[in-house]
């Protein structure tokens, strides 16, 4: 069976400091996506970043970057510089080459002032 | 690019009656779209997938009788509740898929309140 996992259900971080919230998957394959998305008290979801398997580079995006541990199936995301825009909830996702979607738990982030 | 629209935002209506939701992709055809509900401070829970021209793939738990799903186009997907009931309340979002990347894109939700 195929599971993320995100063991922290909720965060804060301090204005303009770095955080980084962590998610573990487990799979038997070889090629799959990786995602982070972001939802605001909006509940707009918002694809923040993606992490292709087979790329050993790890994706950034501006503030926001992953370290992905293909070996551990480790999947975590920083967040530099944290702003007041990103408090929200962050899922961690992945999806195989079955086209399965798999969402972890999610993450509450509360940026403080 | 890659954004999708969903209608109603909001909806109330009485016990008994159906309601249909809308998902747009408006600005890509998209091949899949995706059904999820979530309730408050908790993860998307996936209903149904829906392919453009076929049935939809519901979940093991969800009422294909109760929760409707049609794919007509590429850029669009209904959602109707039919018969709905107090306990349907809840926030539904759906998505549509980009092959290329697999990554999925979401509507801005609908919240469902049946009284």
């Known amino acids: 069976a195929q599971t993320v996992t995100q063991s922290q259900p909720e965060m804060s971080v301090q204005e303009a400091e770095t955080v980084t919230l962590s998610c573990t998957y487990d799979t038997s394959e070889s090629n799959y996506y990786l995602f982070w998305y972001k939802q605001p008290p909006s509940r707009q979801m918002i694809l923040v970043i993606r992490?292709?398997?087979?790329?050993?580079q790890n994706a950034t995006e501006n503030r926001f970057s992953v370290n992905f541990q293909k070996a551990a199936k480790s999947f975590s995301l920083k967040i530099s510089d944290s702003q007041l825009g990103d408090t929200a909830m962050y899922f961690c996702?992945?999806?195989?080459?079955?086209?399965?979607?798999?969402f972890g738990t999610g993450t509450s982030l509360t940026v403080i002032p | 690019g890659a954004v999708v629209s969903q209608h109603p935002s909001r909806v109330i209506c009485k016990s008994g009656t159906s309601v249909k939701i809308e998902c747009r992709s408006l600005?890509?055809?998209?091949?899949?779209m995706f059904w999820y509900r979530q309730f408050p401070k908790k993860s998307l829970m996936l209903m149904a997938t829906s392919n453009e021209g076929s049935k939809a793939t519901y979940e093991q738990g969800v009422e294909k009788d109760k929760f409707l799903i049609n794919h007509a186009s590429l850029t669009l997907s209904t959602l109707t509740v039919t018969s709905a009931h107090p306990e349907d309340s809840s926030f539904y979002i759906c998505s549509a898929s980009v092959p290329a990347g697999r990554e999925q894109y979401f509507g801005p939700g609908t919240r469902l309140t049946v009284t």
């Open positions: 600005d890509f055809q998209a091949t899949t």
């Open positions: 996702a992945f999806i195989n080459t079955g086209n399965q979607f798999y």
């Open positions: 992490q292709e398997a087979y790329k050993q």
